[in-house]
């Protein structure tokens, strides 16, 4: 079973909509969650981490929110350069929780 | 250079070769994470280095994958007798070891393995 499902696993928004993509996640305790973005043929960047419930970071049209089952990125007024793979990813709090375990993204078009 | 480099960029071996893979972290970081990427695929992870030594192999598919880590520096990653299904970009991070926490990760631009 899946620790990560983000979805949907592909959104076509015009310059300017508004919308969220969703990352659903499954462990026993959560350490910490994380939203990354991938262009085309580059490695993974950090945007975000969250701890807990509540807790809600912003960097400049994107926010990202937690709950206890999910976590949101909200795109506010998306520009074409927003166009990425948006990744999800969890770390379980547990003796040997090094690993950053990934959903498998959602692939974000901005149209202009 | 600033960032985590990879090499080769592209590999193209036929199956049932050995290959090594190359990553050089960024100066200072002692954390180094090898992910493997699927087409259609989330990051798979692989093996988390801690300096010189893997507390966390969990992730390596089978024995044919090994990964070591020398100086607390420079990773290899090397697949034998390759299969067709080890096809991918297998990606390299590193982090600070106070940062493994914060999830922030720094990544290279990966590796691209095609086994014919």
């Known amino acids: 079973e899946d620790q990560v499902t983000q979805s949907p696993e592909a959104l076509r928004l015009q310059e300017g909509e508004s919308s969220s993509l969703n990352c659903s996640y499954t462990?026993?305790?959560?350490?910490?969650l994380f939203w990354y973005r991938q262009d085309p043929g580059k490695g993974p960047e950090f945007l975000f981490t969250?701890?807990?419930a509540g807790e809600e970071k912003e960097k400049e049209r994107l926010k990202a929110t937690l709950t206890k089952k999910e976590s949101f990125l909200h795109i506010t007024a998306p520009k074409p350069e927003d166009s990425a793979t948006y990744l999800c990813a969890v770390q379980e709090r547990s003796n040997s929780g090094y690993a950053l375990n990934f959903g498998k993204g959602t692939s974000l078009l901005v149209t202009p | 250079g600033a960032g985590v480099s990879q090499s080769p960029s592209n590999k193209v071996t036929e199956k049932g070769k050995d290959v090594e893979l190359r990553c050089d972290p960024i100066?200072?970081?002692?954390?180094l994470y090898w992910y493997r990427q699927s087409l259609g695929q989330g990051l798979e992870f692989l093996i988390y280095f801690q300096g010189n030594s893997a507390p966390d192999k969990s992730g390596l598919p089978s024995d044919r994958f090994s990964a070591e880590r020398t100086g607390g520096s420079v990773s290899t990653l090397t697949i034998q007798r390759t299969q067709q299904e080890d096809s991918a970009v297998y990606l390299c991070a590193s982090t600070r070891d106070g940062r493994v926490n914060t999830g922030e990760l720094f990544f290279g631009e990966g590796s691209r393995l095609t086994v014919l």
């Open positions: 462990v026993s305790g959560l350490r910490g």
């Open positions: 100066s200072g970081h002692t954390a």
């Open positions: 969250l701890y807990s």
